[in-house]
């Protein structure tokens, strides 16, 4: 890698600019250094970094592509919805640099492309969550829109860092996993890359088979600021919000530091199925219950509620269970496939399955329990759209903050009671009467099927053979597909229950 030598004009420690970089942040003082033609000019002192839990570190190298590299620099930026995230910088042979975003578990690299005078960007304001967008021959879905603030930065990065500069951007995902980001400067830069997994990079370097063993962050016991009493913050890293279970407080996490926002209303009747803390295994792997959400919808002036628990792995990171009507679901994020789509269409092609649009409408936020990985509020309100193919569901979630709009996809699938009860050790769960929207039909035995032509064969085998009375022969044909038509007309009846609280539902009669 080569580097330019210079002094730091703020400490006089030596400095060194990676070919390419732009400013440098002084490792002595953190003052952040730019780099011009023909001087170095001191431009403020950074603010420390916050611990993330990323993996990463300056001076690993690395390899993507058959070209190798090195992580050189990173700048970490505020979400407009709270929280950071970090920037990394890999430069690459020739100058070449990589730029790389870690956020909520998800790795992006991509590289700088050059617009051509031909493609028009659209303006900032004038784009939308949901809207298209095409770069080329390819369609973007715009997935986020926001004002990001550059809090921190340490070692080289390619572009002109000020700290405390606003950044306005817009994320779009492209087909599978390409992803791209638009940055609303003085002039507009694009980035397109694709989602990458870290283990891809073939990383190596000081410590990074120990940092590897030690990226889980243990619990941290903590007091309330309000009333002294202590709780327990389960993923001190990444938990934004909490709640006292002593005094009801909701309060800000900033990694680890609490403080006092507000005091909730003591819900009243709120009966959680999971109590917070309930440890379990499920589909193989171990979670916690950590944050509980009571949310509802309204429906022509009536409330429908409905359970999230918020689960936590140290391996996966968060999931949810969700506990509506008396049926159980799983959700994880859907991948960036999902996203291409605007949802507004009533039917959506996903994972091999065609989704169909089951439910519009807006969910509110009504109590608030636990630890929470995103600012979340009572009152809180989110555009949302259900996709089902049983028993799967898609769900798109439109959000609001400020500036910043932003949608959240995620895939679940029906889980029973019974499974539910198995993983996590409790008892007598409530068992629901109606038909869930992706609860899968019953199965029955095929053979019931397969065997019905054969034996009404059979019968009429009988009947010519012998040359019986013919109603001897309906009656008998009667009775051998009374049990297939019964099955059958369950299975519809099922199936028409399962949409009866849809306004899509394929079996309305006008
Ligand atoms: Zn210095
Ligand atoms: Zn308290």
């Not at 509620?305 to 008396?326: A, I, T």
């Not at 960036?336 to 936020?365: C, H, L, M, P, W």
Request: hydrophobic share 40%; glycine share 10%.
């Amino acid at each position: 890698m080569k580097r330019r030598k210079t002094a730091c004009p703020s400490c006089g420690a030596p400095l060194e600019f990676t070919v390419g970089s732009v400013v440098s942040v002084c490792d002595f003082c953190q003052s952040a250094v730019a780099r011009t033609d023909r001087k170095v000019e001191d431009i403020g002192k950074v603010a420390e970094l916050v611990e993330t839990s990323s993996r990463l570190r300056c001076g690993l190298s690395g390899t993507f592509n058959r070209k190798s590299f090195t992580v050189v620099g990173r700048v970490q930026y505020q979400h407009p919805a709270g929280g950071v995230w970090d920037e990394w910088y890999l430069a690459f042979p020739g100058g070449r640099w990589g730029w790389l975003a870690e956020a909520q578990g998800k790795t992006q690299l991509m590289f700088q492309r050059k617009l051509s005078s031909k493609v028009k960007v659209p303006d900032f304001d004038s784009l939308e969550v949901g809207g298209a967008v095409k770069l080329g021959a390819s369609e973007f879905s715009v997935t986020e829109r926001g004002v990001a603030t550059a809090l921190a930065a340490e070692g080289d990065m390619p572009w002109a860092f000020r700290v405390g500069a606003e950044h306005r951007f817009v994320d779009l995902q492209g087909d599978k996993d390409v992803f791209a980001t638009f940055e609303y400067g003085k002039s507009i830069s694009a980035y397109v890359g694709k989602e990458i997994s870290l283990d891809s990079l073939a990383l190596e370097g000081d410590g990074w088979d120990v940092i590897d063993a030690t990226v889980v962050t243990a619990a941290a016991s903590l007091n309330c600021p309000q009333c002294g009493g202590t709780l327990t913050l389960h993923v001190p890293d990444a938990s934004l919000r909490v709640t006292c279970p002593s005094c009801n407080s909701l309060l800000d996490a900033d990694n680890g530091k609490l403080s006092y926002l507000k005091t909730l209303g003591k819900p009243k009747k709120l009966k959680l199925q999971l109590p917070l803390g309930t440890e379990g295994k499920l589909f193989g792997d171990d979670y916690m219950v950590i944050g509980f959400l009571a949310r509802f919808a309204m429906y022509a002036g009536v409330s429908y509620p409905w359970q999230e628990y918020l689960l936590y792995s140290e391996k996966l990171g968060f999931r949810w269970l969700v506990y509506n009507d008396r049926h159980w679901s799983f959700a994880s994020p859907a991948s960036g496939e999902a996203a291409k789509n605007t949802g507004a269409a009533n039917e959506i092609a996903y994972d091999g399955s065609s989704f169909q649009i089951y439910d519009r409408g807006v969910a509110t936020v009504k109590h608030v329990l636990g630890e929470f990985y995103w600012k979340v509020e009572a009152g809180e309100k989110v555009k949302t759209a259900d996709y089902i193919a049983p028993p799967r569901m898609l769900s798109y979630e439109w959000s609001e903050t400020g500036k910043s709009s932003e949608v959240t996809i995620s895939e679940s699938v029906y889980v029973q009671t019974d499974e539910i009860e198995a993983a996590f050790g409790v008892e007598n769960l409530p068992r629901s009467f109606g038909v869930g929207p992706i609860q899968p039909p019953p199965s029955f035995d095929k053979r019931l099927f397969i065997t019905w032509p054969a034996l009404a064969a059979v019968l009429l085998l009988i009947y010519l053979a012998f040359g019986a009375d013919r109603w001897l022969l309906y009656y008998g044909l009667a009775a051998v597909s009374a049990l297939p038509v019964c099955i059958l007309g369950y299975l519809h009846s099922f199936e028409r229950k399962r949409w009866e609280d849809s306004d899509y539902s394929p079996y309305a009669t006008e």
